[in-house]
Every structure is written in structure tokens, then in C-alpha cells.
């Protein structure tokens, strides 16, 4: 898929475990793997917003398009 | 409602079955006496001739069952056998619309077997009717055609089911990955 979700890097940045991001933003541990391996076929903006918030960054932080 | 239709089905799978194990059982009970000679329970061989007539007795409800059996019997074995297997695969297909998970990859097999299995006697019906109409002119060939438009209507919903459940499950797999 051209777009990656860079979730893994801010993670380790902000010191936090995919299982708290996890409980924070209100989804499963398995949906949240879905996302960090590039399986998802789309994201809310509903989630979005609860990912940035929890790890304090900008959409850009985690999403990137690769040509 | 929708248990109720599955229910129907289901007691006429049940009914077309415990014909089929009737009629199966007690035509091979008589064929085993006429050939053997041992005497068998609750059957009585009337005529023994090419096409033996064969009685059969049901204890405790004390009814009695001619039968002339020949050949024919097979078709007749064949027939109730497909109808108990046409009828389970109604129910379950009834069934589906009564589970939660409405659009998976097991629901859209059992619907199309469903199919398939309509096809079989919408290509016997009508192999049948063209040989009465070209070869017995002054036999009627009604009962198939109305097992044609019977099969054929059901097969035209079920096929446009199947398609439709095609959609849905990739509708269902992208909600699915939808975080």
C-alpha cells in the first residue's frame, strides 16, 4: 500500500507500549496491529485524532506516502 | 418470521427424509425377500413376477403400503434423496438471514450450492419435457414445465442473492479493516 503508518516510531519516541495507545485511544490490540501493519484499508478521523492526541504529534508524524 | 420460514423447510426436509429412509429401507427389505426367500419383517411379497408387487405393514399404527416395485424404484430413490438434500440446503440457507453474521464466506457457499442444486432439476425437467414433446405427442408435458418456471424463478433470486453477497462480504471485509 502507498500509504505507512509510521505508528511504531512514535511509540518508541513517547515511550509507550502499543497495548496503553491501545486502551487510550479505545481500540483493540488487534485492531491497532491491523493499523501498524499496513493490513487497514482506511482510518477514521475519529481515530486519527485519538492517536494524535495520545502521543502528542501531528497526522504527518504517523502517516507517509510512498510513491 | 424468518425462523418460521427456516422451520418450514426444516420439517420438509425432515418429511421428504423419513420418506426417502421409508422407501428405501422397505423396498430393499421386500427385493432381499423375493431373492432370498427369508421372510422379512413387516414386508409380504404379493405377486412374484418380473415387476413383483411387495405389501408392507407398519406395526402399531397398523397401515398397509403397496408397493409395485421395478426398476422405476431407483428414479424414485433418487428423487426423494435429492429433495432431502434440496430442502436441508433450504433450511440452511433460510438459516443464514436468522444468524448474526450475515455476510461471510460460509453464507455465500450454502447459498451457492442452493443454487447449483437448482440447476439439476431445472436440466432434468427440461430434458424430460423435450423428449415427451418430440417423442409422445399425446402426452402432456405440464408437470415438468412447471417444475422448469418453479426451479428457474428460484434459481433467478438465489443467483441475484449470491451476487449480492459477493458485494456485502467485501463491503463487510473493508468496514473489517476499517479502524
Known amino acids: ?67 | 418470521m424468518k425462523r418460521i420460514i427456516a422451520i418450514c423447510a426444516q420439517a420438509f426436509f425432515y418429511v421428504f427424509s423419513i420418506c426417502f429412509i421409508f422407501v428405501f429401507l422397505f423396498s430393499i427389505l421386500a427385493f432381499v425377500e423375493k431373492n432370498t426367500g427369508f421372510d422379512m419383517p413387516f414386508v409380504t411379497i404379493l405377486e412374484a413376477n418380473a415387476n413383483f408387487n411387495a405389501q408392507v405393514t407398519i406395526p402399531f399404527v397398523n397401515a398397509v403400503f403397496s408397493f409395485n416395485f421395478s426398476y422405476t424404484i431407483l428414479f424414485m430413490w433418487l428423487w426423494l434423496l435429492f429433495y432431502s438434500i434440496y430442502f436441508y440446503t433450504l433450511k440452511e440457507f433460510f438459516k443464514i438471514f436468522t444468524s448474526s453474521d450475515l455476510f461471510t464466506d460460509e453464507s455465500l457457499r450454502k447459498l451457492t450450492l442452493f443454487f447449483r442444486l437448482n440447476l439439476i432439476p431445472l436440466v432434468i425437467n427440461l430434458l424430460v419435457a423435450l423428449y415427451i414433446s418430440f417423442t409422445q405427442k399425446d402426452e402432456s408435458s405440464e408437470e415438468e414445465i412447471i417444475m422448469i418456471v418453479i426451479h428457474c424463478f428460484i434459481g433467478i433470486i438465489v443467483y441475484l442473492y449470491v451476487d449480492v453477497f459477493k458485494k456485502g462480504i467485501q463491503l463487510q471485509e473493508e468496514n473489517n479493516l476499517t479502524i
Open chain 1, 1 to 67: 500500500m502507498a500509504i505507512i503508518v509510521n505508528l511504531d516510531v512514535m511509540l518508541a519516541k513517547r515511550k509507550m507500549k502499543s497495548k496503553e495507545l491501545a486502551k487510550i485511544i479505545g481500540i483493540t490490540t488487534a485492531n491497532l496491529s491491523i493499523l501498524k501493519s499496513g493490513k487497514a484499508k482506511a482510518i477514521r478521523f475519529s481515530t486519527l485524532e485519538s492517536i494524535c492526541k495520545a502521543l502528542d504529534c501531528q497526522p504527518a508524524d504517523i502517516l507517509e506516502y510512498i510513491d
